[in-house]
Nanobody, 129 residues
Framework: QVQLVESGGGLVQPGGSLRLSCAAS????????IGWFRQAPGKEREGVSC????????YYADSVKGRFTISRDNAKNTMYLQMNSLKPEDTAVYYC??????????????????????WGQGTQVTVSS
């Protein structure tokens, strides 16, 4: 079974932190670029962060830059999103996604959801007092 499963979401107060995990099963993430996306109520899904499969280059949306950190642990076949200094506007369903590096023309991932093949089911993050 080829699957991505997010975990770590929940309710947190403004200024708090959460670490989201995305575990891959049925395949290895070694040769995949990975990304995190989110969708807030009434809004379209947006890219949050992504990381390449080769040199580990990372990219962040301006809205989360300096607060969120994306990482991967290929040995554990898992990717992470560390979220610090959370704000109410960060409230959303967060999704992890992956795309094989061979599917990327230049090997560089983007924050466009159309570029990803595999998706997790999503995990709810709520930032509220």
């Amino acid at each position: 079974q080829v699957q991505l499963v997010e975990s770590g979401g929940g309710l947190v107060q403004p200024g708090g932190s959460l670490r989201l995990s995305c575990a891959a099963s049925g395949f290895t993430l070694d040769y995949y670029a990975i990304g995190w996306f989110r969708q807030a109520p009434g809004k379209e899904r947006e890219g949050v962060s992504c990381i390449s499969s080769s040199d580990g280059s990372t990219y962040y949306a301006d809205s989360v830059k300096g607060r969120f950190t994306i990482s991967r642990d290929n040995a554990k076949n898992t990717m992470y999103l560390q979220m610090n200094s959370l704000k109410p506007e960060d409230t959303a369903v967060y999704y992890c996604a992956a795309v094989g590096s061979w599917s990327l023309a230049d090997g560089t991932p983007t924050l466009s959801e159309s570029g990803y093949d595999l998706w997790g089911q999503g995990t709810q993050v709520t930032v509220s007092s």
